[in-house]
C-alpha cells in the first residue's frame, strides 16, 4: 500500500484505531479523523504510527457536516495529490425502546451514521469522478454496518442506520463501478467500547477486524465491489443480499380471503410466519 492515501473517520475508536495502525504498518499514509474533542487521542495515534514508521496525520471535524465532509476530501488532496480510500468508522449508539426513545436519540444516531456515511461517500465520489481519466488504479470507499442491520431490540435508530447504509452501498457500488470506484460494507463483530458488555476482548479484538478493513481499502481487493463482508475474531464471511424467498400465484390475482386460504403457500408454515425473535450478534 506504500504511496497510497486513506482517510479513516472515528479514527480514535477501537476499530478506527486499530485500522489506522494497520494501514500505517502497511506502507499507507493516514488520515485520521474524529471529532474536534478527540484532539489529543487523534494525535497521540498519529504520533505512534510516525514513530511505527508510518505517515499519518489528522483531520477533525464532523462528518455530519457536508460542508466539512467536502473540505476533507479537499484538503487531503491539496496535500496528498491523490485519496485511496475512505473507511467510516464514525459512530455512536443511543439505545432506547421504540416507544421511549426520544426525538433526538433518533436524529443523533441516523445522522452519524446514515447521513455521515452519505456526504463522505458523496464527497469523495465526486472528486473521483472528476480524475477517473487520470488514475489507472482503482479507488474504495468502505462503509461500516453492524448486525443491527438485520433487526435488534432496542436499537430502532442504529438498526435504521445500518440498514440504510446497506442501501447505500449497494447503489454506490453500482452507479460508480465504471470509475473504477469500489464500495463494499464491513460488519465487524469486535470489543469496543460499544460492545464491552457482551464480547470478549480477547476472542473479538478490533485488531482481528483491522487487516480485512485495510484490505477493502487496497487493489488487492481491486475485483470486491457491492459486497457486505463480515470480520468476527478469526473469521471472514460474506454476507448475502436480502433475495425473493417464496412466491405463490393466484390466477387473476389475489384478494383477502385468498390470501388467508393459501397462507402457507404464501408465508410458509407457522414456524416460518413469525420473525420477531431477533438475537443478531451485536455490534
Not at 129 to 138: I, K, L, P, Y
Not at 228 to 245: F, K, Q
Request: charge should be negative.
Amino acid at each position: 500500500m506504500d504511496g497510497t492515501v486513506h482517510i479513516v473517520t472515528g479514527g480514535t475508536g477501537g476499530l478506527g484505531s486499530a485500522t489506522a495502525r494497520e494501514l500505517g504498518a502497511n506502507g499507507a499514509t493516514v488520515v485520521i479523523n474524529d471529532l474536534p474533542t478527540q484532539e489529543t487521542e487523534a494525535e497521540t495515534l498519529a504520533q505512534e504510527i510516525r514513530a511505527a514508521g508510518g505517515t499519518a496525520t489528522t483531520d477533525l471535524g464532523d462528518v455530519t457536516n457536508f460542508e466539512y465532509t467536502e473540505a476533507l476530501v479537499a484538503s487531503v488532496v491539496d496535500e496528498y495529490g491523490r485519496l485511496d480510500s475512505i473507511i467510516n468508522y464514525a459512530g455512536l449508539i443511543r439505545d432506547s425502546y421504540l416507544t421511549k426513545m426520544t426525538d433526538a436519540a433518533w436524529e443523533q444516531v441516523t445522522d452519524v451514521h446514515l447521513r455521515g456515511h452519505f456526504g463522505l461517500l458523496r464527497s469523495a465520489a465526486r472528486h473521483w469522478q472528476t480524475n477517473a481519466e487520470e488514475r489507472s488504479d482503482g479507488r474504495a470507499f468502505v462503509c461500516v454496518t453492524s448486525p443491527a442491520a438485520f433487526g435488534n431490540v432496542g436499537q430502532a435508530n442504529y438498526a435504521t442506520a445500518k440498514a440504510g447504509v446497506l442501501g447505500l452501498m449497494r447503489t454506490a457500488a453500482a452507479e460508480l463501478d465504471r470509475f473504477d470506484v469500489r464500495v463494499n460494507a464491513l460488519l465487524p463483530i469486535a470489543h469496543t467500547t460499544m460492545t464491552d458488555s457482551f464480547l470478549d476482548p480477547e476472542e473479538y479484538p478490533p485488531e482481528k477486524v483491522a487487516p480485512v478493513a485495510a484490505f477493502l481499502a487496497s487493489e488487492k481487493a481491486a475485483d470486491v465491489s457491492g459486497c457486505t463482508i463480515r470480520a468476527a475474531g478469526d473469521s471472514v464471511g460474506l454476507v448475502s443480499n436480502p433475495e425473493l424467498e417464496r412466491v405463490a400465484f393466484n390466477e387473476g390475482g389475489w384478494d383477502v380471503d385468498a390470501l388467508e386460504t393459501r397462507i402457507e403457500s404464501v408465508f410458509g408454515d407457522e414456524a416460518n410466519r413469525s420473525r420477531t425473535d431477533l438475537r443478531p450478534e451485536r455490534n
